[in-house]
């Protein structure tokens, strides 16, 4: 279990860029296409980018064509909070960090073997921890 990270509006806009706080305190979404890690074939860990819990390994992601890095399993289920999401007239489950609560993004059931999911996560909600 992680210990919960809570911190003000403030604190928040102190520590992160404009647009990491948009995406991941009010639920933004990053342009498709435009994030640092859609293409990214860099081996290592994907965390949090707002307090670093890891999330997804690198050898969990593949190319969804969707223009957003995109993950088959997270590191642990347990890092992971899953938000009935009703924006927009879809239904959609919303994917947070349950560490800090950051909007990472939405998981869909058309993913690839062996999960069938497809995280659909915005760059700016993660930090890469490369591998040599």
């Not at 990270?5 to 498709?32: A, F, G, M």
């Amino acid at each position: 279990m992680t210990n919960k990270i809570s911190k003000t509006d403030d604190e928040w806009k102190k520590e992160l860029t404009p647009e990491q706080y948009d995406v991941c305190r009010n639920k933004d979404t990053e342009r498709p296409f435009t994030g640092i890690y859609w293409d990214c074939k860099d081996k290592g860990i994907y965390k949090c980018s707002c307090c670093g819990l890891e999330l997804f390994e690198s050898e969990t992601k593949f190319d969804s064509g969707t223009g957003w890095p995109s993950f088959f399993k997270p590191v642990n289920s347990d890092n992971i909070e899953y938000v009935k999401d009703t924006a927009y007239g879809m239904l959609r489950t919303e994917v947070n960090c349950k560490q800090c609560g950051a909007h990472l993004g939405h998981v869909f059931d058309d993913g690839p073997q062996p999960s069938n999911r497809r995280y659909c996560i915005n760059s700016v909600s993660l930090s890469l921890d490369k591998l040599d």
